[in-house]
DNA sequence: CTGGTTGCAAATCGTTTGCAGCGCT
DNA sequence: AGCGCTGCAAACGATTTGCAACCAG
């Protein structure tokens, strides 16, 4: 149960800021815990409005940075979707995943399908291309928005 | 050879101007057909400096104004690849398809596979969302690109 | 004429960067 | 002491908007 995989973030983190001659900090530790806990997409604006709110003190560049650190240390991911902000969402011990959005609502849900994954990687090897990553966003109405849609009928 | 879906982009972007109270000018007239002149995916900024050399009088606003309409008009469809800027793609009486993107040339190729399209539908529906649209990139590296990493070796 | 359209410049949005001071190690 | 870290504010790139002059219907 101690391996590496399953280490907690915050060791995890910290490995990667000591092996790239940074260190953690008291700012960086916090980042992370409030990200970690709130676990969606977030924002890095979004992510700086929860951290102000423990610690006023924190600054926003501080937030950009560590979040961007946290994407190259592999504990968060960015994902774009067809907005202009760029979110991060955990990944640490994470499947990966892509997105089931819905267009009114904005919920979203994570989907996965071993079929469609394989296809891709088909689809790329037929072109001469071997595939480094690949994102799908499912665009559509969920349940609960097509009820209140219909109710105003 | 006079159906409505193979009129010239021209008058269908007249017509959905009309239908909005909206007037065609010569500037509009101008960035649509640099736009489809054009073909690929271009940003704003790059098709105002397309246009910027056929007429320098046109103003970049005009040229993300118009692009924009072209957007809504069905005539072009956004695009967002891993950058921060939003490409347009002409739309009219083209397929739809998905992109493989290679990661070190940004060579762009057009995929489309019907096996995973139907699988997204049923992995939407399963969900009970309704599909709206969706967006699927493949990011990886070209054989081109593979071979001349191969030679620094 | 009237109301949409234009170019310009200023404003905005999300994000990045320069910098002087601070705090680990 | 040295080097990374911080907050601040200014800078940035892409895009949007306010406005007065302009022009199509």
Do not use: W
Request: a negative charge.
């Amino acid at each position: 149960m101690t391996s590496s995989t399953q280490e907690n973030p915050l060791e995890l983190f910290s490995e990667f800021l000591a092996e790239h001659g940074l260190r953690m900090t008291p700012q960086r530790r916090l980042i992370l815990e409030v990200f970690l806990e709130h676990g969606g997409h977030l924002a890095a604006e979004e992510l700086y409005d929860c951290v102000r709110q423990l610690d006023p003190s924190v600054g926003q560049a501080t937030v950009y940075r560590t979040v961007k650190l946290l994407a190259e240390s592999g504990l968060a991911k960015a994902v774009r979707f067809d907005e202009g902000v760029t979110r991060y969402e955990p990944k640490h011990g994470r499947e990966h995943h892509d997105h089931l959005i819905c267009v009114r609502c904005r919920r979203t849900e994570e989907i996965l399908d071993e079929r469609i994954e394989k296809l891709q990687e088909e689809l790329a090897r037929k072109l001469g291309f071997v595939l480094t990553g690949h994102k799908m966003d499912l665009y559509g109405i969920c349940s609960k928005c097509r009820r209140k849609e219909q109710e105003k009928d």
